[in-house]
């Protein structure tokens, strides 16, 4: 497609449920990003795929946060055991590999995750 | 320590007059700036970047400063026009990390009144 695409745009879950995020990257991008925004901070780096490299997770939070990639495709982000403080908007964004500090990313417009 | 910082959370400016929005950082090691527009809904946009050997980089009505003995970057609009109401973050790549390890301020909104 023409951008990231995240699915789904909402996701509220009880607390101590596991949830599954998706994202499809722009199709030729080898760089794949994950990055959440809880209220009112900036962007949190989660973690970072690198083409064919081992994957860059030492943004994430706990052991509870696990992400896979297949190929140069598409990405699952998943949270075991919910808990409230992971109520944040998670975003997916790619670039082509070394050209996203310099040209930015492309982000998807999220996936709002609320855990009550 | 690597943060980098905006103290200013709003910032309100007329239709046509110059926007400017301050970004500070905390490692002199930071090699390259970015900022990103965000709009409510969507995905942060990628605006301009400056590295860290320039101390201006201008696109179009965007330009970024680069003041390294201060720490201090600083995005400026000109003219600023209603459609550039977003919230506006820096970020730079973490010294020491991966590409992929963007450190964000916490963003500053802007509004423009027509």
């Known amino acids: 497609g023409a951008g990231v695409s995240q699915s789904p745009s909402n996701k509220v879950t009880e607390k101590g449920k596991d949830v599954e995020l998706r994202c499809d990257p722009i199709?030729?991008?080898?760089?794949l990003y994950w990055y959440r925004q809880r209220l009112g901070q900036g962007l949190e780096f989660l973690i970072y795929f690198q083409g064919n490299s081992a994957p860059d997770k030492s943004g994430l939070p706990s052991d509870r946060f696990s992400a896979e990639r297949t190929g140069e495709s598409v990405s699952t982000l998943t949270i075991q055991r919910t808990q409230q403080e992971d109520s944040a908007v998670y975003l997916c964004?790619?670039?082509?590999?070394?050209?996203?500090?310099?040209?930015?990313?492309?982000f998807g417009s999220g996936t709002r995750l609320t855990v009550v | 320590d690597q943060q980098v910082k905006q103290n200013s959370p709003s910032l309100s400016v007329q239709e046509g007059r110059i926007s400017i929005l301050n970004c500070d950082y905390t490692?002199?090691?930071?090699?390259?700036f970015l900022w990103y527009k965000k709009y409510p809904a969507e995905g942060p946009t990628f605006l301009i970047s400056i590295s860290s050997i320039k101390d201006k980089n201008e696109d179009g009505r965007f330009t970024v400063f680069l003041n390294k003995s201060a720490k201090h970057l600083s995005l400026h609009i000109v003219p600023s026009q209603p459609g550039d109401s977003a919230v506006y973050f820096c970020?730079?790549?973490?010294?020491?990390?991966?590409?992929?390890?963007?450190?964000f301020g916490k963003g500053t909104k802007l509004s423009v009144k027509p």
């Open positions: 490692n002199s090691m930071f090699d390259y």
């Open positions: 199709s030729g991008h080898t760089a």
């Open positions: 964004a790619s670039s082509r590999l070394g050209a996203g500090v310099i040209y930015g990313y492309t």
């Open positions: 970020a730079a790549p973490a010294y020491g990390g991966s590409q992929g390890n963007l450190i």
